[in-house]
T-cell receptor, first 113, second 113 residues
Framework: GDSVTQMEGPVTLSEEAFLTINCTYT??????LFWYVQYPGEGLQLLLK?????DKGSNKGFEATYRKETTSFHLEKGSVQVSDSAVYFC????????????FGRGTSLIVHP | EAGVAQSPRYKIIEKRQSVAFWCNPI?????LYWYQQILGQGPKLLIQ????????DSQLPKDRFSAERLKGVDSTLKIQPAKLEDSAVYLC???????????FGPGTRLLVL
């Protein structure tokens, strides 16, 4: 079945450091790919998405590129802030499906001043 | 636009007790989902409603979990009797028509002692 694998956390960085959170997926066909963010005590919010190969999703300084050849959708940010501290979930939905995401386990990001 | 509302935000019960969670989706969203998010894991779908009908409840432990959406708007999820392994965050999400991005509520954090 479909699955999403994320790097283990927590990822601990200093403010203004470069961030990469790795995500790879297994799915048949051409899924849509998503990054969700969960701030402490809150629900999941969509951060960015990409719906086809080579698309780049971006939002709030975060970027991720849909790489079909490596089945990856790594999340990057050039300069993190303390306010970026949260749990990040990579997810996919199947084309023509019921829009129910398959989520990864989440990666906790802690940014120190 | 008001977001997805959930209550209570936190609940502590003893095993074998019953508990109910409430969700009010974004106005006009016909599709509603309940997810279970165990600590350290991504959310897993429990049940999906389309208006007041069940679309998918294949992952719902029906011996103890039940859910309803009688008027096609708000929904309740019940656990009776609760087990220790039910400790988790229960997330509600809703989906606008013709879109694939779900909107999540803040969740109800359940601790079963």
């Amino acid at each position: 079945g479909d699955s999403v694998t994320q790097m283990e956390g927590p990822v601990t960085l200093s403010e203004e450091a470069f961030l990469t959170i790795n995500c790879t997926y297994t799915a048949t066909g051409y899924p849509s790919l998503f990054w969700y963010v969960q701030y402490p005590g809150e629900g999941l919010q969509l951060l960015l998405k990409a719906t086809k190969a080579d698309d780049k999703g971006s939002n709030k300084g975060f970027e991720a590129t849909y790489r079909k050849e490596t089945t990856s959708f790594h999340l990057e940010k050039g300069s993190v802030q303390v306010s970026d501290s949260a749990v990040y979930f990579c997810a996919l939905t199947k084309a023509g499906g019921s829009y129910i995401p398959t989520f990864g386990r989440g990666t906790s990001l802690i940014v120190h001043p | 636009e008001a977001g997805v509302a959930q209550s209570p935000r936190y609940k502590i019960i003893e095993k074998r007790q019953s508990v109910a969670f409430w969700c009010n989706p974004i106005s006009g969203h016909a599709t509603l989902y309940w997810y279970q998010q165990i600590l350290g894991q991504g959310p897993k779908l429990l049940i999906q409603f389309q208006n007041n009908g069940v679309v998918d409840d294949s992952q719902l432990p029906k011996d103890r979990f039940s859910a309803e959406r009688l008027k096609g708007v708000d929904s309740t999820l019940k656990i009776q009797p609760a087990k220790l392994e039910d400790s988790a965050v229960y997330l509600c999400a809703s989906l606008p028509a013709y879109q694939e991005t779900q909107y999540f509520g803040p969740g109800t954090r359940l601790l079963v002692l």
